[in-house]
């Protein structure tokens, strides 16, 4: 199948089911940026429970923003904040060390525009599970799409997906959290990842 997807920061589970099962990923380019989606934020295991890391934009007054356009607000170091975020929740799981090396640039290089940081994350996460990211791209907006259409997925609110638990750092303190960003999943399983996101029912 041909499945659509927002771009979004370091996406959550549900995205990477879906995608390790199409036979093609396209990424939507033409929508408008909506604000308190996960087109700029994710959710991680935090030594608290569920923190959320919002990446800072630069709204446009008065009019609509194409996500596409949207610009990153670098006056302050939100990178290095969510760096230490990451470490303090999943240091010491079994794979973070594993892939630190390769996950510290991304907070380190200024991306520009949102939409650029967010396909690079979606294009690392990939590496690490070991799964092909060869994607196309929309052209334009349709609300009615032709592919098989998962958009719906970047409003975590509305993202009912339910997956089988696997093991967390912190779940002896709050149990199993569901469909948190794929990072929470790599960290914890590593390579293992990719099967679990086959056998999952999206």
Known sequence: ????????????????????????????????????SNRNRMYIYSP??????????????????KTKDVRIEN????????FKSLEAAYRNSPFFEYFEDELLPIFEKKHEFLMDLNLHTMELAAKF??????????????????QTDFRNLVDGKKDASQFEP????????????????????VFNEGRHALRYLQNQKI
């Open 1 to 36: 199948m041909d499945a659509l997807f927002h771009p979004s920061y370091f996406p959550s589970v549900s995205h990477f089911v879906a995608m390790a099962q199409a036979d093609h990923i396209v990424l939507e380019m033409d929508d408008h940026f909506q604000k308190q």
């Open 166 to 185: 696997y093991c967390q750092v912190f779940e002896e303190k709050f149990g199993y959290i569901n469909n948190l960003s794929i990072l929470d999943l």
């Open 129 to 146: 599970l070991g799964m092909p990211f060869q994607v196309r791209y929309t052209e334009e907006y349709f609300k009615i799409a032709v």
């Open 75 to 82: 006056a302050f170091n939100w990178q290095k904040q969510h």
């Open 48 to 65: 608290n429970g569920v923190q959320l890391l919002n990446i800072p934009i630069k709204h446009a007054e008065g009019r609509h923003q």
